[in-house]
């Protein structure tokens, strides 16, 4: 499955790397916030969700880091580039 089709099944877990005040602004209904300095210590947490993860930040180069660093620790996850573009391809989806 492609990040597309990961993203429009809605099956894994949509996590934002962005900042706890980014995410306050606006985010995914139902994404969990992990900002990417705390991917590190979290990683216990992040493999206990439902997977694979969406990641998503506000243009994608953040949960591309993000998502590197998980595919190296074994998790399954997509760099799903900007959080308003997750949010579309899901509401795309769900409408069509």
Do not use: Y
Request: proline share 4%; charged share 20%.
């Amino acid at each position: 499955m492609n990040t597309t089709e990961t993203i429009a099944a809605g099956t894994g877990t949509v996590v934002d790397v962005r900042s706890p005040e980014e995410f306050s602004t606006g985010h995914v209904p139902g994404s969990v916030n992990v900002p990417l300095h705390e991917l590190s210590w979290r990683i216990n947490d992040l493999r206990k969700m439902k997977s694979p993860l969406v990641l998503c930040c506000a243009s994608g180069n953040r949960s591309g880091m993000a998502a590197m660093a998980l595919q190296t620790e074994g998790i399954d996850c997509v760099n799903g580039g900007g959080w308003r573009d997750v949010e579309n391809a899901r509401t795309t989806v769900k409408i069509s």
